[in-house]
């Protein structure tokens, strides 16, 4: 049996970034940007408007102080259009946020400090003057061109993970799509003879299938694409027919089940008929039963991750060996979650000298955190997972961690 990590490394050695992908930035969320983007012009394109107000001459305000200044109002200048006049000493123009700045005017008098409201009142219309309250000095409430982005600066660097600011601003210059590393398609096959999907009415000897779903989510957490297949049936012929389709049009499989040492545990005999089996069998718990290996199929290999058939076993499994090669191909930070110090609420026995990942709740009391086991932790106890915050891990040659030990919690 290999160890944890000698099984992970494994893996991840066969496993490879995915290529580029000119992709819609609003798929591109939490994806791993695959080269520096560059403005193609400026932002702003042209110097304007920051407030609702007038363009005017900023020297026409210098006199406020010692006597009323009256400006001519000569025009209006909404956003998305441009004045075609130009603003003389004496000169205003009404003008919206946003706005290009009109020939001329060299700052702009915000609606507060002037009188328009008071003359609106009485005319009932736009006034052909206004009256400035507040001196004002040469570029206020002006955005100078180019203020946010240069033309030719570098706006996106490569290996950046793209967050929704990082979006916004690929738009704010035009690009529609970006170049990231594309996103893994993953094959989900369960199997069995006794499993069944919701919602179906059981019977009895029937299992319904919850790794498919607790796999997929686990997938779709981490940006990750999934396509479930029907249940493998405990056939050759079957399950052979669902890898020749995944390895065709997948990047990885994950199948649940059929990895044991059952006489229908079929997995390993097919995916030998059709690549290699790296590794089977894990020293841990839960998940001993874990399988790697390569199929090939066209012109490609297509690595295959076996996990065990247990719910929990598959859930635990899956965060130590697939959620790693899921990240590495995105071309993701793959190392291991982030854990905390907790103290252990109770002891962990390890009764057969495998590395135990036992499922915790956290809680905080007075300034520390204590972690405390989930109840039953059997394999098929898929609760201790559904209520687990993260796992702790007890060493292969350690029989027991005691309640009161300073553990690190593995975070999920």
Partial sequence: MLSVNAAQKKILTNIKVLPLKNTPILDCLEQ????NIFSSINVPLRDNSSMDGYAIQANDTKQISRENVVLDVIGENQAGSIFKGQIKQGEAVRIMTGAIIPKGADAVVPFEDTDEYERKKQVNRLPKQVQIHKAIKINENIRKAAEDTKKGSKILKKGTILSPGHIGLAASVGIDKLPITRKPLVAIISSGNEIIRPPKKIQPGQVYDSNTYSIA???KKIGGDYKIYS????????????????SKHCDLIISTAGVSKGDYDLFKEVVNMNGKIDFWSIRMKPGKPLMFGMIKAKNKQVPHIGLP????????????????AILKMMNKDFKNRNTIQA????????TDNREVYAR???????????ATITGEQGSGILQSMSLADGLVKCPARQKILKKGAVVQVILL
């Fill in 32 to 35: 791993v940007l695959g080269k």
């Fill in 217 to 219: 989510s686990q997938i």
């Fill in 231 to 246: 249940i493998a049936k405990d056939t050759i012929k079957n399950i052979q027919s669902k890898l020749d389709h995944a």
């Fill in 309 to 324: 058939g247990n719910p929990v076993s598959a859930m635990v499994t899956f965060e130590l060996f697939a959620r790693p």
């Fill in 343 to 350: 103290i252990l609420n109770s002891d962990i026995v390890n």
């Fill in 360 to 370: 915790v709740q956290l809680n905080n009391k007075n300034n520390k955190a204590f």
